[in-house]
């Protein structure tokens, strides 16, 4: 029953700002690295923002940095992906995935060290 669910992309001209969303259901307490990744054609799935559920700590890929902000509502058990100032190439399909932490100690920025995702959201941002 481990689930999760994306929402909210869509079209924005540059500039503009969309709030994704990742509904998780049945996560298993050692499942501390909740991700977004995204993916545009044609080239390999990047790894964009990371929280730890438990401190709420949080990792960002320097080209949005600054820009896009990751954050939790644990009561609704859903993760965020603020994402202002966007840029024509921040177009892709975005994507959550969860995972457990690498020997206890940092979450992987790898995708393929994840099984858990969602389907994914489509943004795209024109110029």
């Known amino acids: 029953q481990v689930q999760l669910v994306e929402s909210g992309g869509g079209s924005v001209q540059a500039g503009g700002s969309l709030r994704l969303s990742c509904a998780a259901s049945g996560l298993p307490y050692s499942t501390n690295c909740v991700l977004w990744f995204r993916q545009a054609p044609g080239k390999e799935r990047e790894w964009v923002a990371r929280?730890?559920?438990?401190?709420?700590?949080?990792n960002y890929a320097n080209s949005v940095k600054g820009r896009f902000t990751i954050s939790q509502d644990s009561a609704k058990s859903t993760f965020y992906l603020q994402m202002n100032s966007l840029k024509p190439e921040d177009t892709a399909m975005y994507y959550c995935a969860a995972g457990e932490l690498v020997s206890g100690a940092y979450c992987s920025g790898d995708p393929a060290s994840y099984k858990l995702w969602g389907q994914g959201t489509q943004v795209t941002v024109s110029s």
């Open positions: 929280i730890l559920r438990g401190s709420g700590s949080t």
